[in-house]
């Protein structure tokens, strides 16, 4: 069982040891996924939505006066990926990490670009956690994003890009980047909030005793979810930081102060895990604690019943000895004065019992 769970881990890095370095590998599982493209651009005054045919179309782009975001969704197309980086003049090592989805998240400042690796996460229908890479790259008037596979959570800003909503098509494509991140970072607190539910559901059924064999399995999925949050939002610390203490010409000064404003909340998220994780640990040691009271007291029970009967069991043993002299066993009354004792010795012992809250 062991074995087969390593393979399963394993099997995502694709990439041969010797490899040339740059060279593009898909490491995905979505192979058969098709290939997406979609663009806003826009000014205060005016946007463009599109779906594009192909990549090629997206090259007109790079030199307009808009700022324009294009979103392509489908990592595994590698031939589309390697174009869209020869035209925008993106690095080998950049179009490798884009297509490595096990990447962490990082950041990358280049003098025409910055590059920015992110974990885009979201509770399914199930409640099962959705994990998804998503790399950023800012360039003087555009921004690219680029996804593994279609559905995100960028729909909010969509419908704020289309009904010009706030400030977002007055600013530049650093906002626009803002936006993207910040989209990400308010995701991850639909996803605490629906972890804290759970965590208080398993709670409230530990304090009532409702343990049930799927509980350890419930509470390892959960430290499961806890972990590959913290993951996706512990480095994300660091991307903001240097954000925040960039000098790139690509990233205007008051813009900087919303980067702030998502390193906050970064830190919130991130310190509500750490209590969370704590919290988890905190269950399986209730319900160990739990599994052990309960088990104390079916102990208790079967050592009051071994109890009681030690006196009757004494009893029937001295009147079932195959002894020829016996005087009782020639007395009228003696089997109803055996049988009296011992209930009398039950009764007793169940009162003393009692008063001793042993019962």
Do not use: C
Not at 89 to 99: K, N, Q, S
Not at 150 to 163: M, N, T, Y
Not at 298 to 323: E, R
């Amino acid at each position: 069982m062991a074995r087969r769970k390593s393979k399963k881990r394993t099997q995502n890095y694709k990439k041969q040891v010797g490899q040339v370095p740059g060279a593009l590998v898909y490491t995905g599982k979505k192979e058969t996924q098709k290939l997406f493209i979609e663009t806003f651009d826009y000014n205060i005054d005016s946007i463009i939505e599109k779906e594009l045919v192909n990549i090629e179309e997206a090259f007109k782009f790079k030199s307009s006066n808009t700022v324009t975001w294009i979103n392509l969704n489908g990592l595994n197309h590698i031939d589309e990926i390697e174009k869209l980086g020869q035209h925008y003049d993106l690095h080998p090592l950049v179009l490798e990490d884009i297509v490595n989805t096990g990447q962490r998240p990082k950041i990358d400042e280049f003098e025409d670009y910055i590059f920015i690796v992110l974990k885009m996460m979201y509770y399914d229908e199930s409640e099962t956690i959705v994990s998804e890479q998503v790399s950023l790259i800012l360039g003087e008037n555009y921004v690219l994003s680029l996804q593994e596979a279609e559905g995100d959570v960028f729909d909010a800003l969509r419908e704020r890009i289309r009904q010009s909503k706030g400030r977002i098509r007055g600013l530049g494509p650093d906002y626009l980047l803002y936006a993207l991140i910040d989209s990400i970072v308010d995701h991850y607190y639909a996803i605490i909030e629906t972890m804290g539910n759970k965590i208080e559901d398993l709670e409230d059924n530990l304090f009532e005793g409702l343990t049930k064999e799927e509980i350890t399995s419930d509470i390892q999925e959960l430290k499961r979810e806890v972990l590959k949050i913290r993951r996706a939002i512990f480095p994300l610390r660091e991307i903001i930081n240097r954000v925040d203490k960039s000098e790139s010409k690509l990233i205007d000064n008051k813009t900087l102060h919303y980067f702030g404003d998502v390193y906050d909340h970064i830190i919130q998220v991130s310190d509500t895990i750490d209590i969370y994780r704590e919290m988890i640990w905190g269950l399986m040691d209730m319900y160990m604690t739990t599994i052990s009271n309960r088990m104390n007291e079916v102990m208790k029970v079967l050592t009051i019943i071994s109890t009681i009967f030690i006196p009757l069991t004494f009893i029937a043993g001295i009147y079932g000895m195959n002894f020829q002299n016996i005087p009782e066993l020639d007395y009228k009354y003696g089997y109803h004065i055996v049988w009296l004792v011992m209930i009398v010795i039950f009764i007793a012992m169940m009162y003393y019992f009692k008063r001793k809250k042993w019962l």
